[in-house]
């Protein structure tokens, strides 16, 4: 009722005012309407951290997008640019979608190469490669003074896994976050429901809040809860790692994603 409802989207507004929009997921039905009242017409730069159907089914539901009144370019960081252009017309024609004229020109794919940023004004779009099944990004977004908010909805941290690629993939990803003021991060499972989920591309809450403390983010936002998980549960999840930072002697600040929630950074 509090925490969940929508599948994965998160709007970034930049210092410079540029409007980038994380996933595609049912919330951004909401966003779309939120910028239809707000009257502007700038361009949506929608970065997508994979294709899984939860993260791009509300595209088609985009307000802006279909009452043609805004630019929308899309992005991809799961590394497969070449399709991304068929991929994002299927869902937008039938038998996905009714055909509604001139939506194609509106609508750009980008090329985005493995190991270069996205410029988008003065934020730099950073991607690193997740654990999840298919591809998946990692994405940080940085502003002149540096990281500000790195996104990972999607992302398997296996901290069972100690084999040496594991621990050396965690180990280039803390990198990849160091110091990021707002890590919004993977919380699917509880540490108990880990072991019949191995493969599955989801962590559990205290593997992100371990991972945060690692990378010495300022603030954790627990994220893609579980469809199952009661707004009572989220929150004992969230009192956990707060223990876990508390027990670790760590200033990390931890709450749980909920519909609406607004962070300035
Ligand atoms: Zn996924
Ligand atoms: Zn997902």
């Known amino acids: 009722m509090r925490y969940g409802g929508n599948t994965p989207c998160v709007e970034v507004r930049a210092a410079d005012d540029g409007l980038l929009i994380l996933?595609?997921?049912?919330?951004?039905?909401?966003?779309?309407?939120q910028l239809m009242s707000d009257g502007d017409a700038r361009t949506a730069h929608i970065f997508l951290s994979h294709r899984h159907s939860d993260h791009v089914l509300g595209?088609?539901?985009f307000a802006p997008l279909i009452s043609q009144t805004r630019e929308v370019l899309i992005c991809c960081g799961d590394g497969e640019t070449a399709s991304l252009q068929s991929f994002v017309d299927a869902l937008l024609s039938p038998p996905m979608f009714p055909y509604v004229d001139g939506i194609r020109s509106r609508l750009g794919?980008?090329?985005?190469?493995h190991s270069a940023a996205r410029q988008v004004g003065t934020s730099g779009v950073h991607r690193f490669a997740a654990q999840h099944p298919g591809e998946a990004a990692v994405l940080r977004i940085d502003d002149a003074?540096?990281?500000a908010v790195a996104y990972a909805p999607d992302n398997e941290l296996a901290y069972a896994d100690q084999s040496e690629a594991t621990v050396r993939w965690r180990a280039r990803l803390a990198a990849f976050l160091r110091g990021v003021p707002v890590l919004v991060h993977d919380a699917t499972y509880r540490d108990e429901e880990l072991p019949a989920h191995v493969g599955w591309g989801h962590s559990s809450s205290l593997e992100a809040t371990r991972l945060a403390i690692e990378c010495g983010?300022?603030?954790?936002v627990l994220f893609h809860h579980h469809p199952d998980r009661d707004d009572e549960a989220v929150e004992r999840m969230v009192e956990e790692s707060r223990a876990m930072a508390m027990q670790a002697g760590s200033a990390l600040r931890v709450l749980a994603a909920w519909e609406g929630l607004a962070l300035s950074v």
């Open 217 to 220: 983010a300022g603030m954790l």
């Open 59 to 61: 595209l088609s539901h």
């Open 145 to 147: 003074q540096g990281p």
């Open 109 to 113: 794919v980008c090329d985005w190469q």
């Open 23 to 33: 996933d595609a997921g049912t919330g951004i039905r909401a966003l779309g309407a």
